[in-house]
């Protein structure tokens, strides 16, 4: 290449703005230390004392250093004190457990998982769910929540080293109080996000027998999360919406959609609307459990999450399901409610809404009927259009701040 006048200037300015960028940075680097190292020689000091008053109180000041809105994750970082920390886990002192373990759900749940796991973390903290304490086993279960949630290896790796055993031993045993079930429900969900073809078969299939007790039970909380797992699972598509399907729950899963909790509700639609992903033979299944009549209700749900969550599912039937069951669709009036959608409500459930209309215009001829129909009983179409005119100018008048979005529901 050959460098003229002006490559050459570039090519100069380049290299002084380099030089600035490391003189700047450089020292800093070197020589600054970014973190309290008094401090931390002290709690390490403390860590590693034999002394229980001096362990427990530095295990506590760390507690409360990382509870605190800023903590100097670069001191835990660097220090090693993580280390020390975490062989506490296998204390034998009820309170130190309790300590270290709550220290390290914190430092999780602030998504700083990977230092826990750099640091051995996953293996120490089975202690605390084989201790008896029930809170220290919830602080347990929710470091584990928080690191298999954290990202697939994470999870693959607390798979491996037998988490499913010791939730499915929390979730059969009597003595699990409802308030700890609720973390491992959030924990086993956590464990099913980001299902793929690398997880343990095996696992899975340990998995489902503890889903099919967690969804069978009364506590909302519970439910939400146990429903949520079946769509994580399924999300992964094919063998895995069949794999939930064989499960036998789908009955318990539709159902979930007529609950009288919201949160279990919008769970139950986004697990609907992922299994509604599946081929014909699939999404039959789906429909002969009666899923499209309770999914047609939440259309005029007050909540507009809901609307939208059901809407991806009557969306994904129209874009994935053969002519028969789209027509199946079709005759439980979904054409007016969705019209109605296009008036009044949030941007996001107005696309959503003209998405499914343009997909089903694109059908076959008798289903264009089917929708000419019903579009005509519904108001005709100038109604529609004179609705979409006012739509249009009422989300471009939010757009413009003329008015505040009065009509988002
Ligand atoms: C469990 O441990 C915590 C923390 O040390 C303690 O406060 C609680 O009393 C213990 N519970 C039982 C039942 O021993
Ligand atoms: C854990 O359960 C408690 C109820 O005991 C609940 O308040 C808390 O939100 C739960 N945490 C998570 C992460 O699910
Ligand atoms: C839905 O719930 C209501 C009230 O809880 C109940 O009356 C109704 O029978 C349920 N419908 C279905 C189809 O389960
Ligand atoms: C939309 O709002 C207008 C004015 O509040 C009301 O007259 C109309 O019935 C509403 N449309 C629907 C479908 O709720």
């Excluded at 709690?43 to 004392?49: E, I, Q």
């Excluded at 028969?324 to 996001?348: F, G, H, M, T, W």
């Excluded at 008798?366 to 004179?386: A, D, Q």
Aim: with cysteine.
């Amino acid at each position: 290449m050959k460098l003229n006048g002006s490559h050459i200037f570039i090519f100069f300015a380049f290299q002084v703005l380099t030089l600035v960028i490391s003189a700047k940075e450089g020292p800093e680097l070197l020589y600054t230390p970014q973190y309290d190292i008094y401090l931390f020689d002290k709690l390490y000091d403390a860590l590693t004392s034999r002394d229980y008053d001096k362990e427990l109180a530095g295990i506590v000041e760390i507690r409360k250093m990382l509870e605190s809105p800023d903590p100097s994750y670069d001191g835990f970082e660097r220090s090693g004190i993580l280390r020390r920390l975490v062989e506490h886990l296998s204390s034998e002192k009820d309170v130190i457990q309790y300590e270290s373990a709550s220290a390290i759900a914190t430092l999780c749940s602030k998504g700083y998982s990977y230092l826990v796991v750099e640091s051995d973390g996953i293996s120490y903290l089975f202690n605390t769910l084989l201790s008896f304490n029930k809170t220290i086993q919830q602080q347990g279960v929710l470091a584990f929540g928080y690191i298999m949630g954290h990202n697939p290896d994470y999870r693959d790796k607390c798979i491996e080293e037998g988490v499913v055993f010791h939730l499915n031993r929390l979730i059969f045993s009597s003595k699990t109080p409802e308030y700890l079930l609720q973390n491992v429900s959030w924990a086993m969900s956590n464990l099913c996000k980001g299902a793929d073809e690398y997880m343990d078969e095996e696992a899975i299939n340990e998995i489902l027998p503890a889903l099919t007790t967690l969804i069978q039970h009364s506590n909302p909380a519970i439910l939400q999360y146990a429903v949520a797992s079946y769509g994580y699972l399924a999300g992964e598509g094919g063998k895995f919406i069949q794999i939930v399907i064989d499960s036998g729950r789908i009955v318990n899963i539709i159902g979930l959609l007529n609950h009288t909790d919201v949160k279990v509700q919008f769970a139950a639609a986004g697990t609907v609307s992922i299994l509604l992903t599946g081929n014909q033979q699939q999404i039959q299944r789906i429909i002969n459990y009666g899923a499209l009549p309770q999914l047609i209700k939440l259309l005029i749900h007050p909540k507009e999450d809901l609307k939208i969550n059901s809407l991806q599912a009557v969306y994904n039937l129209v874009t994935y399901g053969n002519p028969k069951q789209i027509e199946a669709l079709l005759k439980l009036n979904v054409i007016p409610s969705i019209c109605n959608l296009l008036d009044n409500c949030s941007r996001k459930i107005v696309k959503k809404s003209l998405d499914i209309i343009h997909i089903l215009l694109e059908k076959s001829e008798s289903i264009r009927e089917i929708i000419g129909k019903h579009v005509n009983e519904w108001g005709g179409f100038e109604k529609l259009e004179e609705i979409m005119d006012k739509t249009i100018s009422r989300l471009h008048d939010e757009d413009n701040g003329i008015s505040q979005g009065t009509c988002s529901r």
